[in-house]
């Protein structure tokens, strides 16, 4: 089966650091992504990984270690309306004839204060 | 491009009722998807299509639950008959490739009464 962690919540203070973990445990990888979700609204998009490293854009970097199942999104200089969930989400492959799945995890809640 | 339009966005309905969901995925994206949001679950994935035809919808959770694709421009999600366990958020997706991200609509807010 799929299995993705992720805390359910954090909190962390306007101008910090703050940094996000996503542990999986999944049937074959393919790639894993981050997006964020402003409650009420959509999902969206934030960052892909498959290969290990660490991808930086703007603010956010997202890092993946296929070794260890194990990636994190980093948040920095972080502002009032960087809070939300931020949902990991893994793609494998679905034994179906070439398809893969998607599968999230929970998410977690970011809370930004002053 | 409008991005990913869903309709209706909130919808309260008796137990019972036929409840059918629309979207108009991105033009030009030849995968569409079907997902599940409750706070117990998580974001689910329901069904996915690839160039209007179903490929995936293991997901699916029983036979009260449908999806079709006529054509390119356009899905629904039906529920017949819909009990209360089925509220929930249900978001349609669209996408370029499998490897591309997926560009979500605004969600329709299902409440089953």
């Known amino acids: 089966g799929q299995n993705i962690d992720q805390p359910t919540e954090m909190t962390a203070t306007e101008g910090a650091i703050v940094q996000i973990n996503c542990t999986y445990q999944?049937?074959?990888?393919?790639?894993l992504f981050w997006y964020q979700q402003h409650a009420g609204e959509a999902p969206t998009f934030l960052s892909y990984?498959?290969?290990?490293g660490l991808e930086e854009k703007g603010r956010f970097s997202s890092f993946l270690s296929r070794s260890k199942g194990y990636s994190y999104l980093l948040l920095k200089e972080l502002q009032m309306k960087d809070s939300a969930s931020y949902l990991c989400?893994?793609?494998?492959?679905?034994?179906?004839?070439?398809?893969?799945?998607?599968?999230f995890g929970k998410g977690t809640k970011l809370s930004v204060i002053p | 491009d409008a991005g990913v339009i869903q309709s209706p966005r909130h919808e309260v309905t008796e137990m019972g009722q036929e409840v059918t969901l629309r979207c108009k995925p991105i033009?030009?994206?030849?995968?569409l998807f079907w997902y599940r949001q409750t706070m117990m679950r998580g974001l689910e994935l329901l069904i996915y299509?690839?160039?209007?035809?179903?490929?995936?919808d293991s997901g699916m959770p029983e036979d009260r639950f449908s999806a079709k694709m006529p054509n390119a421009s356009f899905s629904t999600l039906k529920i017949q008959p819909s009990e209360p366990r089925d509220s929930a958020v249900y978001f349609c997706?669209?996408?370029?490739?499998?490897?591309?991200?997926?560009?979500f609509g605004q969600g329709t807010r299902l409440t089953v009464v």
């Open positions: 997706a669209s996408s370029l490739a499998l490897t591309a991200e997926a560009f």
């Open positions: 999944t049937s074959g990888f393919n790639g």
């Open positions: 990984n498959v290969l290990d």
């Open positions: 989400a893994v793609r494998s492959p679905y034994s179906g004839a070439g398809s893969y799945q998607l599968t």
């Open positions: 033009s030009g994206h030849d995968y």
């Open positions: 299509f690839n160039n209007n035809v179903p490929i995936d």
